[in-house]
């Protein structure tokens, strides 16, 4: 299934040639079918890449930007058969109602040939570059990708008043932000997030699997965060990664005035916050919150069977007619 690998937030290993090979130039975007953007976000060249029915390129229609992951990955990844799906709903259909957006992680390149390689194997070989490693924090994406809305907001082709935002996983946490600045966006999609913040996810998947190792360790490892919150040293999520995306998401989503589609799966690690910002928005008579939860699912949406993730159950297509439903973003 070529959706698998990018729904799991893998990536492919980025190993260098053999001596005496000379690897070829990587396809571009525009390859196969996107447009790209250059926004200048100070002195960094932001990479964004549109999608939108051909034809209707310059057709003022709603935007919706999704927001990635949390893994260094190309956006679109390619082999002899073509591209593996950049974003993880099917967006065809969706093309004759809106443009979609998304930014590329900084410093990393667009595309990559993962032709004769196993795009299952998680990026681990060598290190992210130092560009990306110097940005790869909470902070730093909410602030470009504020200034990335806004400077497409004011194209011609976007229908301003009606531009949503939506991100699965940690992309969630950027649009929590986003979603309560005022007069940013309409609408909100938060899928598979836990607004009480990463570490409360690993904790319950450790206390869930009786691991007190693991919970102890996940204490110690916030202890040497908050002792050194800026370090930025590029092993996995170092602890100025860590420190923001830890922190809690509830404030910021309790202060949303736009509507915010939240959707998990019941068997995800993140399901109790969810659960508990719906405790609270009920408590606070917010209005503008909708939960959909997708039972027997977890973090991607897939089922179980035999006890064991069922990776040939594939449902995003269904969350995805869902929550497009839901923004006003499904052709009629």
Known sequence: MRHLFLLLGLLLSLGRPACG?????????????????????????????????????????PLLLWEQGSLPMPLVLYDERGAYPVFPFRPKKVLESCHLAIISKPGLPLTADVTGKNPNVIFGQSQPPPYYCARNYLDYYLRRDEAVLRFLKKQPWVEARRVVIGGHSQGTAVVAHLAAVPGLVSRAVYLSGNPLGRLMSMLAQDRQAADTAGVAGTFRRWQAV?????????????????????????????????????????????????????????????TNFTFREYPGREHNF???????????????????????????LWPQ
């Not at 002195?43 to 549109?50: E, G, K, Y």
């Not at 999520?237 to 959707?263: H, K």
């Not at 799966?265 to 916050?273: F, K, Q």
């Open 21 to 61: 090979q000379t690897a070829p130039a990587a396809r571009p975007p525009e390859a196969f079918g996107y447009r790209r953007l250059v926004v200048m976000f100070g002195r960094d060249s932001v990479q964004v890449l549109l999608l939108s029915k051909p034809g209707e390129e310059q057709i003022k229609k």
């Open 226 to 286: 908050v002792a050194d919150p800026t370090r930025a040293d590029c092993l996995g999520d170092d602890p100025r990664n860590t420190y923001g995306f830890a922190a809690s998401e509830m404030p910021v989503l309790l202060r949303t005035r736009v509507p915010v589609f939240v959707g998990f799966g019941t068997l995800d690690r993140g399901v109790a916050g969810d659960d508990y910002l719906r405790l609270e928005a009920t408590r606070q008579h917010r």
């Open 302 to 328: 897939f089922g179980f069977k035999d006890g064991r993730i069922n990776y040939d159950d594939f449902y995003w297509e269904q969350v995805g007619e869902d929550f497009l439903r839901w923004a006003g």
